[in-house]
């Protein structure tokens, strides 16, 4: 049931869940695991009797927008090329975006073509870049101290009542790194024993 929208999330008479979809398709689950954003888990607890604890403790969680740009113009780079890393940031008032330049991480495309390469934080730039490739919206969780408690709230509520969550936010920092290793504590709190699984908590 992949790339199915959930609509709403209820528990049972018998035990478990029942999850319906927003195309009419539904099924019933033993435990409920949210791979998604801290909001929109939010808003699907909501509805669910018995989660007080970690609607406060998501609630807790403080997130912002961000919007990102993959460009081939090095607008927020200095000019001379031997000037220039691969994270270069900039200070504009009260916030500090950064300008990834992909030439010595990216092992795809050509030395030439990952040269031209950059991917920006642009939500509060006052110059937008010119030669755009690709623009996404995202939100992320902004580590302020609230945030750092409601954080160690939620991750010991973990499987409380069959409920689990995974994903970057729930950690002091969000990265891939951090999702992954959220979802790889879901699978070991679930008892799922796999050779990938295995192989990841050998890597520690």
């Not at 504590?185 to 799922?192: E, S, T």
Request: charged share 20%; net charge positive.
């Amino acid at each position: 049931m992949t790339g199915a929208a959930v609509k709403h999330v209820s528990r049972t008479l018998r035990g478990g869940f029942h999850i319906r979809c927003v195309d009419g398709r539904h099924l019933h689950v033993d435990d409920l695991v949210f791979a998604a954003s801290g909001p929109a888990t939010l808003r699907l607890l909501r509805g669910l009797r018995g989660t007080a604890a970690q609607r406060a403790a998501l609630a807790g969680i403080e997130f912002h927008d961000a919007r990102l740009m993959l460009h081939t113009d090095p607008l927020y780079a200095p000019p001379m090329p031997w000037h220039r890393s691969f994270l270069n940031c900039e200070i504009q008032g009260d916030r500090c975006e950064a300008s990834m330049w992909m030439a010595d991480v990216l092992s795809g495309p050509p030395p030439a073509t990952a040269a031209r390469l950059w991917k920006s934080w642009v939500t509060h730039r006052r110059l937008q870049p010119a030669q755009i490739l690709h623009e996404a919206a995202y939100t992320h969780m902004l580590p302020t101290p609230s945030t750092l408690q409601a954080q160690d709230a939620l991750r010991s509520l973990q499987g409380h009542d069959g409920i689990w969550f995974a994903g970057g936010y729930i950690h002091p920092y969000d990265s891939q790194e951090t999702a992954l290793r959220s979802a790889l504590g879901v699978a070991i709190g679930l008892k799922v024993a796999t050779a990938r699984s295995r192989a990841l908590q050998r890597q520690g």
